[in-house]
């Protein structure tokens, strides 16, 4: 009855350091979509004259979830027209980052980004586009780093932190 117990509990503690690693791995990714996501955007909005609600409908279509849902979400609430753009960003927004593995880097250069769309002309939105694409990159470089750095050893940690509880329960 021990092994068992001692074998779940190896088990528990190394699929957690897998979890752990797997954000680690989906965060570049993740941010790596965004930033194709606001490219397309751009390009709805600045070449096809697209409005927002409509990109962002063809936009849900093309990314993969959880980036669709952030762009689904956004869209049914401008269809509503119960909240201008910023809160209906900000709101899509708060539901999706429970979603992905973004940290508060991203969120908060995204809330940025939300405060100023729909409010300028298409060559000023089309500079915060860019920006924002800008700032992303500089999360996903770091977003990497950290992934190449400690994605192995949370792996290994997590095995270890198993035996351990096992070594002390023993």
């Not at 920006?131 to 999360?139: A, K, N, S």
């Amino acid at each position: 009855m021990n092994v068992i117990g001692a074998v779940c509990i190896i088990l528990a503690t190394t699929w957690a350091g897998f979890e752990w690693a797997k954000r680690l791995q989906e965060r570049p990714k993740q941010l790596r979509q965004l930033k194709v996501a606001l490219q397309s955007l751009e390009a709805e909005i600045v070449y096809g004259l697209t409005p927002l609600y409509e990109a962002s409908i063809n936009l849900s279509k093309q990314m993969k979830a959880p980036l669709s849902l952030f762009f689904d979400g956004l869209a049914e609430r401008l269809y509503t027209g119960r909240c201008t753009v910023q809160e209906a960003w900000e709101e899509s927004l708060e539901i999706i980052k429970k979603h992905t593995a973004f940290q508060k880097g991203e969120i908060e250069v995204l809330k940025q980004f939300g405060s100023t769309l729909g409010r300028h002309d298409r060559d000023h939105q089309q500079k915060q586009i860019r920006l924002t694409i800008v700032h992303l990159e500089r999360e996903e470089k770091e977003a990497e780093e950290l992934q190449r750095r400690y994605e192995n050893m949370v792996k290994s940690l997590g095995v270890l932190i198993g035996l351990l509880i096992v070594i002390l329960l023993i």
